[in-house]
């Protein structure tokens, strides 16, 4: 038996915006310079007849989520006929509940099997795994928004007895060496009054000027800082994500130098380093950590954590990586699909995981319950999300207990993607003083705001 409250899904427009990047942004062996933002309208009925509508959007970043020798148009189209594909399935679900319920059931039963026969369907390498998850979050994201709405309430005061059928043990089942039972708890046992601003990471990528002598007078002379110092000064910034090659060492010490001094001498007072998943052995990491720490102590000890050293695939590249996180900080990312994987890490030597709306809000949230009943630590990390896929990922890291605030960088590579978001959330989309504020996020749902943001949309790709 149901509750009142439950809803199910029964429509869906998807639509697909092109933003292009102002400089490039390097992602392991690839280089982003555009990206199309996936958006999507989702339309639930609840059990007495009433309906309302809920949005979810979220960058389909192809070089992230799809490493491949594959062209990149040929992974990109594949990717926006499997939105549409997902357009379909959504809209058909014939599920009811809650969103976490429906969202646990459509990615533990409806998304495997649909993710098989698409790439039954098709030519050449399959599409992975994380790529489906991203294409499938903008769904289950509005899906989150809608419920609220619907409701008249934030979709955060819903993740509780009174809305939910189910408590977490039916969703982290196989969970015996849990620390607590997950019998009778709820998301929002793991959940925290929202914060009102978060400290902001801003990301040094592989290929951003650090000094003046790596400008070479190409850069976009759009009023916006290119130059690292300039961001540091612009922004007020304390925190600062390190983009490394993870396969030249010699040039990942001396990055990671580089900026750090630029950071003491600008007062940043936190690092992270992200070796872009390309590191096989954890020799590498711990001796790079070794060296920075003998030769550099003060750069050492601003270094947070580390993030996602080792390649994506956990139960292919099961390393034990101990020895990394026994020196710092060791945060899941890439690898961390949902809580199962999570566990997985955990019990090689991982001791933090980095949370992604982009990987669905559902996922997100039961991966958040999973390690913090198991004492790991927590980030919220950042896909470059402009427009409205940074609302939900900012809520998110304003409601779990982040190592540090909440990474976001889509200021730094398409602020103008956003000028219309902007308008109604100033303190979402300009990074000031180190932080970003939330005041401006109110209202049902994730808050958008949506009928006071200006922004056309083209014609759907599908109308469900």
Same mark, same amino acid.
């Given at each position: 038996?149901? *509750?009142?409250?439950d809803?199910r899904c ?5 639509? #697909?915006l092109? @933003?292009?990047?102002r ?5 392991g062996a690839?280089t982003?310079t555009?990206v199309?933002c /996936?958006?999507?309208?989702?339309r ?7 309906w309302?509508e809920?949005?979810g959007?979220?960058?389909?970043s192809?070089?992230?989520?799809w490493?491949?020798e594959?062209g =990149?148009?040929?992974?990109h189209?594949a990717m ?10 959504w809209a058909g679900?014939n599920?009811?509940g809650?969103p976490?319920e ?6 533990e039963? /409806?998304?495997p099997?649909?993710?098989q026969? #698409?790439?039954d369907?098709?030519e050449?390498a ?5 790529a489906?998850?991203?294409c499938?979050s903008?769904?289950?994201?509005a899906?989150?928004?809608?419920y609220?709405?619907l409701h008249g309430?934030?979709? =955060? ?8 059928n189910?408590?977490l ?6 969970s015996s ?6 019998q009778?708890?709820?998301p929002a046992?793991?959940l ?5 601003? %978060?400290?902001?990471w801003h ?11 790596e400008l070479?007078?190409?850069e976009?002379?759009d009023?916006y800082p290119?130059e690292l ?5 612009r922004?007020?910034?304390?925190c600062l *994500? ?10 990942d010490f001396?990055r990671?130098? *580089?900026v750090?001094e630029?950071?003491?001498?600008e007062g940043?007072?936190s690092?992270?380093?992200d070796?872009?998943c390309?590191?096989?052995?954890p020799?590498y990491v711990? $001796?790079?950590l070794d060296?920075l720490?003998s030769?550099y102590?003060l750069i050492h000890r601003?270094?947070?954590y ?5 390649? =994506?695939?956990l139960?292919e590249?099961p390393?034990?990586?101990s020895? @990394? ?6 945060f %899941?990312? $890439?690898s961390?699909?949902?809580? *199962? %994987?999570?566990?997985m ?6 001791t933090?995981v980095?949370l992604k709306t982009?990987?669905t ?21 950042? %896909?470059t999300n402009?427009?409205? /896929?940074q609302?939900p ?5 304003a409601?779990v207990?982040t190592?540090?605030g909440v $990474?976001?960088?889509s200021?730094q590579? =398409?602020?103008e993607a ?5 308008m109604?959330?100033?303190g979402?989309y300009?990074?000031?003083?180190g932080?970003? @504020?939330l005041?401006s996020v109110?209202?049902s749902?994730?808050?958008?705001r949506?009928n006071?943001?200006?922004?056309p949309?083209?014609?759907p790709a599908?109308q469900c």
């Amino acid at each position: 038996m149901g *509750k009142s409250t439950d809803i199910r899904c029964a429509g869906a427009n998807l639509y #697909f915006l092109p @933003v292009e990047t102002r400089v490039p942004l390097k992602f392991g062996a690839e280089t982003l310079t555009s990206v199309t933002c /996936a958006r999507v309208r989702v339309r639930v009925e609840g059990e007495n007849g009433q309906w309302a509508e809920g949005w979810g959007e979220t960058p389909l970043s192809v070089t992230w989520v799809w490493p491949s020798e594959l062209g =990149y148009e040929v992974r990109h189209e594949a990717m926006r006929a499997f939105c549409i594909h997902l357009a379909k399935a959504w809209a058909g679900f014939n599920g009811s509940g809650h969103p976490i319920e429906l969202g646990h059931d459509f990615l533990e039963g /409806a998304l495997p099997q649909l993710l098989q026969g #698409f790439n039954d369907c098709r030519e050449g390498a399959p599409m992975p795994w994380l790529a489906a998850l991203v294409c499938c979050s903008l769904f289950d994201i509005a899906v989150h928004d809608a419920y609220g709405n619907l409701h008249g309430l934030s979709v =955060y005061e819903t993740y509780g007895p009174a809305f939910m059928n189910r408590d977490l043990s039916s969703f982290l089942s196989g969970s015996s060496d849990c620390e607590r039972s997950f019998q009778d708890a709820f998301p929002a046992d793991f959940l925290k009054s929202r914060a009102s601003s %978060l400290p902001v990471w801003h990301l040094v990528g592989g290929l951003d000027p650090v000094g003046a002598e790596e400008l070479n007078g190409d850069e976009p002379d759009d009023g916006y800082p290119v130059e690292l110092s300039d961001w540091i000064a612009r922004d007020g910034l304390k925190c600062l *994500k390190v983009k490394l090659r993870g396969n030249d060492a010699d040039w990942d010490f001396a990055r990671l130098v *580089k900026v750090g001094e630029v950071a003491m001498a600008e007062g940043v007072d936190s690092l992270s380093a992200d070796f872009n998943c390309m590191v096989t052995d954890p020799l590498y990491v711990t $001796e790079t950590l070794d060296r920075l720490e003998s030769e550099y102590p003060l750069i050492h000890r601003m270094l947070v954590y580390v993030e996602q050293p080792f390649p =994506y695939d956990l139960e292919e590249h099961p390393i034990e990586v101990s020895g @990394v996180s026994s020196r710092k900080p060791l945060f %899941l990312d $890439e690898s961390a699909h949902d809580w *199962k %994987l999570v566990r997985m890490g955990r019990e090689l030597g991982w001791t933090g995981v980095a949370l992604k709306t982009c990987k669905t809000q559902t996922g997100a949230l039961l991966s958040c319950c999973w390690a913090e009943a198991h004492g790991m630590s927590l980030m919220v990390q950042d %896909l470059t999300n402009p427009m409205l /896929a940074q609302i939900p990922h900012v809520l998110l890291a304003a409601h779990v207990n982040t190592i540090r605030g909440v $990474e976001s960088n889509s200021m730094q590579f =398409y602020p103008e993607a956003s000028r219309p978001e902007k308008m109604v959330h100033p303190g979402l989309y300009r990074r000031r003083s180190g932080r970003l @504020v939330l005041d401006s996020v109110t209202g049902s749902g994730f808050g958008y705001r949506l009928n006071e943001i200006s922004r056309p949309l083209p014609e759907p790709a599908i109308q469900c």
